[in-house]
């Protein structure tokens, strides 16, 4: 995952089922606000083909934060009157979608792209890196270079950067240029970088809170027998 290694992601489509793997992983998408079309349903969904907005896909990264609950985006929070009397006041519809481990091992596996993946510029840069406190993330390079991903997690805020044109036409014709790396990271560098330096924001420089009770044995790839269940809710 840290390397963005594709032949590692399609052989965890194929332990989701075979056949049936794309059909389980688009019914936790739907579970985690991202509906996937039925004819995108296909195997080489696994390698970003279908189609999500920033939105959404923020919204659904922010469960592995939630300890595996996703909460409905809300922009609204609440009204107040010119008195101060909050006359609305929003309330996010939230469900479990993954357990509290399984969330949690994915951010340790998203923090490794970050120090010591396609995502480690983050640390040394000189231009958009130099950022130290925990964090996690990926990178994503889709359509033939024509869309650039990058989606950062820190404890207390979870941030989405897409670069792309109108029409998929619109592409880089290499992927050393048209990597999320390349075209979507950097904008997220300088941006964390502000942030961090903000003391009006007062953003999180701890670690991730580990969920209580949770095993790490669970997810060792040298155990042997039954295998154990991961609370994917398929």
């Excluded at 996010?92 to 509290?100: D, F, I, Y």
């Excluded at 998929?168 to 997220?188: C, D, I, K, N």
Aim: include cysteine; hydrophobic fraction near 35%.
């Amino acid at each position: 995952l840290a390397s963005s290694n594709n032949p590692i992601t399609v052989a965890v489509m194929s332990s989701m089922g075979g056949y049936s793997g794309p059909n389980n992983i688009a019914k936790n998408c739907e579970a985690a606000g991202l509906h996937i079309p039925k004819d995108q349903i296909v195997p080489s969904m696994c390698l970003g083909i279908s189609d999500f907005s920033v939105h959404d896909m923020v919204a659904a990264q922010a469960m592995f934060v939630n300890q595996g609950i996703h909460v409905e985006p809300t922009t609204v929070m609440r009204i107040e009157d010119r008195n101060g009397n909050v006359i609305y006041s929003a309330n996010p519809k939230s469900k479990e979608v993954l357990s509290p481990d399984i969330a949690y091992r994915t951010l340790l596996m998203m923090k490794k792209v970050v120090d010591g993946g396609t995502s480690n510029s983050l640390r040394w840069h000189p231009k958009w890196g130099g950022i130290k406190h925990p964090m996690a993330g990926k990178t994503g390079t889709t359509q033939s270079n024509s869309d650039g991903w990058f989606i950062g997690l820190t404890p207390d805020l979870v941030t989405g950067v897409w670069t792309g044109g109108e029409e998929r036409a619109e592409r880089f014709l290499s992927t050393a240029l048209g990597q999320g790396a390349h075209m979507s990271l950097p904008t997220y560098g300088y941006y964390m970088q502000q942030v961090y330096k903000s003391k009006n924001i007062k953003i999180s420089t701890e670690d991730f809170e580990t969920p209580i009770g949770y095993d790490p044995t669970v997810f060792e790839c040298e155990r042997q027998g039954e295998e154990p269940d991961f609370g994917l809710g398929l």
